[in-house]
């Protein structure tokens, strides 16, 4: 698996040494830039994580812009800050920006990596976060690793009888779970085939290729292969498609999938059709 490319913005020389002397998850390639550096590079990266302490962000439109252009480009954005009240008029606001990402500098650089890569994950939907008896009832109680929650019924399979549940046991990865039973029975179930939000198995097909709304690294991989064939650099693309290269870099790295409509403007950018650029 590729790492996670973190951009962290900051110019205060204190951050940057303390990311620098912890020892990063292999998971995480850390690049650090300030604002006037960083900007239009914001969608290269997975993820953007400003420190609003910076001088730079004293204007707090400065940190809104900053925020507002890397949500567009479809970049994940965490916020790093000494004070909360450094926040206080626009509180709401940010917490939805930033899904929730926003961290005292004092949480620690492991915790807020750990939150970044687990946002990140494309995969959160199919997981268990937690599985458990409804205490008030026979139903079972299942969170999901994005966040979502379901009410399960019982019988949860044909061969469930109603029994008594004795021991919920989950994967290593926590895709499925074991369920026990006092009859000496077990039941497994898959998060995927329970999950409302997760992604079904793509038909075949382009427009359900692109419909299945998960990163691609083949379709980058092929892309930048047939561009590098025909000698074009991603500005060229960029101005043959009238796609901005940052989007073009992002499809390239695997972390967008593009739509019907901008798949076939790159491929008409690079001359092939859609489906010779989805082709092994």
């Known amino acids: 698996m590729k790492p996670q490319r973190l951009l962290l913005v900051t110019n205060r020389r204190q951050v940057e040494l303390a990311w620098h002397s912890f020892h990063l998850s292999q998971n995480i390639e850390l690049h650090i830039g300030d604002l006037s550096r960083a900007h239009d590079t914001f969608g290269e990266f997975d993820a953007v994580l400003l420190d609003v302490d910076s001088p730079f962000f004293d204007d707090s439109d400065e940190l809104l812009a900053a925020v507002g252009k890397a949500r567009a480009l479809g970049v994940l954005v965490a916020i790093l800050l000494e004070n909360p009240e450094r926040l206080r008029a626009d509180t709401d606001l940010y917490v939805e920006l930033c899904e929730g990402l926003i961290f005292l500098h004092t949480a620690g650089i492991d915790v807020i990596c750990a939150s970044v890569l687990r946002r990140l994950d494309p995969l959160r939907s199919l997981r268990f976060e937690y599985l458990t008896v409804d205490p008030a009832g026979d139903q079972l109680v299942a969170i999901f690793g994005n966040g979502q929650t379901r009410l399960l019924e019982r019988p949860l399979t044909p061969s469930d009888d109603g029994s008594p549940v004795t021991d919920i046991e989950l994967t290593e990865d926590a895709t499925c ?104």
């Not at 998060?191 to 038909?203: G, I, V, W, Y």
């Not at 000698?231 to 499809?251: C, D, F, M, Y």
């Open 177 to 280: 779970a074991l369920i026990s039973l006092n009859n000496r029975r077990q039941i497994q179930l898959r998060a995927q085939d329970l999950n409302l939000s997760a992604k079904s198995a793509p038909a075949a097909g382009l427009a359900a290729h692109v419909a299945h709304g998960e990163p691609d690294e083949h379709l980058g991989v092929r892309f930048r292969q047939l561009r590098l064939e025909r000698g074009l650099t991603q500005a060229e693309v960029s101005k043959r498609s009238g796609i901005h290269r940052p989007n073009i870099a992002r499809v390239e790295r695997g972390r967008h999938v593009p739509s019907l409509e901008t798949l076939r403007r790159l491929a008409d950018a690079i001359g092939v059709t859609p489906s010779e650029l989805l082709s092994s």
